[in-house]
């Protein structure tokens, strides 16, 4: 399956962002979904994972109760939506699927595939 974010930008700290991440090529209800950031200079790390059906979702500790993880699988896609953004909060994301099978998994590693990621720039 092939992934494709979008939705990345230059917004103000406290602003909003949505980012969508079309699938394409495969069927997209077998997978569960996840976000990912890397900020500059530092590891990839977990932010969101979503699972095949939509009703079940983890965050990463500083995301809760900013970050929202969606997903329309009529329309093969994934959204992030980011409030109450930060300046920490820059990085390029990447959307990522893992087969369903394995459950919501929080570790890049456990992904099978990867979206380009788009970039997020918050100023302060």
């Known amino acids: 399956v092939q992934l494709q974010a979008s939705g990345g930008g230059l917004v103000q700290a406290g602003g909003s962002l949505r980012l969508s991440c079309a699938a394409s090529?495969?069927?997209?209800?077998?997978?569960?979904m996840g976000w990912f950031r890397q900020a500059p200079g530092k590891e990839r790390e977990f932010v969101a994972t979503?699972?095949?059906?939509?009703?079940?979702?983890v965050y990463e500790d500083s995301a809760k109760g900013r970050f929202t993880i969606s997903r329309d699988n009529a329309k093969n896609t994934v959204y992030l939506q980011m409030d109450s953004l930060k300046p920490e909060d820059t990085a390029i994301y990447y959307c990522?699927?893992?087969?369903?099978?394995?459950?919501?998994?929080?570790?890049?590693?456990?992904?099978?595939?990867w979206g380009r990621g788009t970039l997020v720039t918050v100023s302060s």
């Open positions: 990522a699927a893992v087969m369903r099978m394995r459950g919501l998994v929080t570790t890049q590693g456990a992904y099978d595939y």
């Open positions: 090529g495969g069927t997209f209800g077998i997978y569960n």
């Open positions: 979503i699972n095949w059906r939509g009703d079940s979702t």
